[in-house]
C-alpha cells in the first residue's frame, strides 16, 4: 500500500495567488515525521518545511504553511503568494521512527508551474 | 559553509563498468542516505548508515555497495551487476537517524549507461 499520496500530477496558479498541495499518508507509527521538499530543474532536493506527529499547531516556514489533520492522515502544503521561481516539482514525505534507519518515505510528487 | 558535496555531477558509464559516486557532508551528521530518483518518480532507498563502520540495505541495494569509513564520508559504487542504473542519484545526510530530523540533501549525479 503507498505510504504517501500525492494525487496532483500537475498544479498551475497565477503569480501572487495561493496553492494547495495535497498529500496524504498512511503509518500504524505513532512518531513520526511528514516533510516538503521542492525539487526545481536543477535536481536539488531543498528542505521547505516539517511536521511531528505530536505537534499540535500547523507548521510555517515563511510563505509555507502545513494544513495538518491527523484524523484524516493528512498533510497539505500551502504556499502564499506564490512567485515564478516556486515553479517546480514538490515532493511530500515521511520519517517513521524504526524504518530503516529513518528513511524518507517519498511521494510521487506534483508539478507546480506559477503563471504571470 | 556546511553542506553535502556530491561528484561528479554527470557520470558516463560502459556496460560492465564499476563507477563511484562521491558524497562529503562536513555537518557534523551521523547519519547519511543513499536515494535513487528515476524519470517523474519519487525518490527511492539503495544504502544507508547511521554510523562509521556500520550500514545497512534499503528498500533497492542490488547492484550497489557502500562504505562508511569516515563520519563525512559516504561514496556509492554503482557494480556491474545493477540492470539498469541509469538514474539520478542524491546522497543525504541528517543529524541522527528517527522520525524528527530533517534530511539534507546534495546537488546529486546524473549516471547515464552508454
Known amino acids: 500500500a503507498q505510504k504517501i499520496t500525492q494525487t496532483q500530477p500537475g498544479m498551475f496558479v497565477q503569480e501572487k495567488e495561493a496553492v494547495t498541495l495535497d498529500c496524504t499518508y498512511d503509518?500504524?507509527?505513532?512518531?513520526?515525521?511528514l516533510f516538503w521538499y521542492k525539487q526545481p530543474s536543477s535536481g536539488e532536493m531543498i528542505f521547505l518545511i516539517y511536521?511531528?506527529?505530536?505537534?499540535?499547531q500547523n507548521a510555517t516556514e515563511g510563505r509555507y504553511s502545513l494544513n495538518f489533520q491527523k484524523a484524516r492522515k493528512s498533510a497539505n502544503l500551502v504556499i502564499s503568494a506564490s512567485q515564478l521561481g516556486d515553479s517546480a516539482m514538490y515532493f511530500c514525505a515521511m520519517r517513521e521512527v524504526y524504518n530503516q534507519g529513518g528513511k524518507l518515505i517519498f511521494g510521487q510528487g506534483t508539478e507546480l508551474s506559477v503563471k504571470p | 559553509d556546511g553542506g553535502i558535496t556530491q561528484s561528479p555531477k554527470y557520470l558516463f558509464r560502459k556496460e560492465g563498468q564499476n563507477v563511484t559516486l562521491s558524497c562529503e557532508q562536513n555537518?557534523?551528521?551521523?547519519?547519511m542516505y543513499w536515494y535513487r530518483q528515476d524519470p517523474g518518480q519519487g525518490l527511492r532507498l539503495i544504502y544507508y548508515?547511521?554510523?562509521?563502520?556500520?550500514?545497512q540495505k534499503g528498500d533497492i541495494a542490488e547492484g550497489y555497495s557502500v562504505s562508511r569509513e569516515k563520519k563525512e564520508s559516504f561514496p556509492l559504487t554503482v557494480t556491474s551487476a545493477q540492470k539498469n542504473p541509469t538514474a539520478f542519484y542524491l546522497c543525504?545526510?541528517?543529524?541522527?537517524?528517527?522520525?524528527?530530523?530533517?534530511?539534507?540533501f546534495g546537488p546529486g549525479t546524473r549516471l547515464t549507461v552508454l
Open positions: 511536521q511531528g506527529s505530536y505537534d499540535e
Open positions: 543525504a545526510s541528517s543529524l541522527r537517524t528517527g522520525a524528527h530530523n530533517e534530511q539534507f
Open positions: 503509518t500504524s507509527d505513532q512518531s513520526y515525521g
Open positions: 548508515s547511521q554510523i562509521v563502520n556500520d550500514f
Open positions: 555537518l557534523n551528521h551521523d547519519a
